[in-house]
């Protein structure tokens, strides 16, 4: 497998630092030789782009950091919930939303996003309760969101746009209850594109899918596999840019919803909603990003999501897109595993 060392690129470095005149911190008690703190530095590429990711070895070792925020009270009035319908816009033919389903309460809503800033942009309101926690998911409204947005994706498609899709939970998002974003851009979006250019010229040197290839490489040294279905892998990415990062790839050949079955939807759903409520349950994680991550055409690429938890990103991350992370996708990767049902993929530990 020469290829996997395209795949898995990292350096480790030794720093030293003084420590402080008043004597060394104790959680760096066991990293001080003589009169220096060595501190090992691992930094790795991201397989399908250029970004790197930086782990402090020493950092690692600390228990985890998961930051949370409290981002709302109960007992808000909220624009997302029954009662509150017309407080959304309206969609110009229907005179109301795209698409309801269910009566009293409604199930599912699709209506325009009221301050739009892509083709088509629509929200998918897929619950009419309002839930608080990530815990509270469920697969079966899951699925039907999955549905409307696989919908959604093939009129896009076929009108030459790439679709856009993504989620925003807790902080960062605006409304607080759960929904989904979809709407189309003229081009591919930027990491997309990123991506689709390596993947392609992978393909190009070695007669293999890239995303097959991480699948085999991650497979094979097993540490930072979460679970594996006979239409899915979760992994903990080798290069995160967050802490709890996750990725859930399709296994087969699909590139977007559009070419999706049913079965699909229903094994993808069921099991992002149980890597949800794992990061919630056994990380902490309140506040995350979803994006899926799909092209019109293109056998090189593969239909994937990416599970983003919020991390505070500054200056390195904001203005030079290097990204550090405190705890590393094994450990991660130990923690989702065995909720999720993955033990038995577990292997020696290799980089
Ligand atoms: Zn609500």
Redesign the pocket.
Do not use: R
């Given at each position: 497998m020469k290829w996997a060392e395209e795949l898995l690129v990292e350096t480790r470095e030794t720093l030293r630092v003084l420590p402080p005149l008043e004597g060394t911190p104790p959680e760096l008690a066991e990293f001080q030789r003589g009169s220096l703190i060595e501190q090992k530095v691992v930094s790795r590429k991201d397989y399908l782009s250029d970004t790197w990711c930086h782990m402090n070895a020493s950092r690692a070792s600390r228990p985890f950091t998961f930051r949370s925020w409290s981002v709302e009270a109960p007992g808000r009035a909220?624009?997302?919930?029954p009662g509150s319908e017309a407080l959304t816009a309206r969609d110009v033919d229907t005179g109301g939303d795209t698409l309801r389903l269910g009566d009293h309460p409604w199930g599912l809503r699709l209506f325009p996003n009221l301050y739009p800033w892509l083709q088509g942009h629509q929200n998918i309101v897929e619950t009419s309760s309002?839930k608080f926690t990530l815990g509270e998911l469920d697969a079966e409204e899951e699925v039907r969101a999955l549905r409307v947005m696989r919908e959604l994706s093939l009129r896009f498609l076929a009108g030459g746009l790439f679709p856009v899709i993504f989620k925003n939970q807790g902080f960062g998002a605006s409304i607080?209850?759960f929904h989904w974003q979809v709407g189309a851009l003229r081009r591919p979006p930027t990491r997309i594109y990123r991506e689709m250019v390596v993947a392609d010229s992978f393909a190009h040197r070695w007669g293999l899918n890239m995303f097959d290839a991480i699948i085999e490489a991650e497979r094979a040294r097993g540490v930072r596999l979460i679970v594996e279905t006979s239409t899915l892998f979760v992994l903990a990415p080798f290069a995160p840019r967050t802490n709890g990062e996750v990725w859930l790839i399709c296994k087969g050949p699909m590139v977007n919803l559009g070419q999706c079955r049913e079965e699909d939807l229903s094994s993808l759903a069921a099991l992002l909603v149980d890597v949800l409520k794992a990061l919630n349950s056994e990380l902490r994680v309140e506040n995350l990003c979803v994006a899926l991550n799909q092209v019109p055409e293109d056998p090189a690429y593969r239909l994937h999501l990416k599970v983003l938890p919020i991390k505070s990103w500054a200056g390195a991350e904001r203005g030079l897109e290097e990204y550090t992370v405190e705890v590393p996708p094994e450990q991660v990767a130990a923690a989702l595993r065995p909720v999720l049902g993955g033990r038995r993929f577990v292997s020696a530990s290799k980089p």
């Open positions: 909220c624009t997302f919930c309002h607080f209850h």
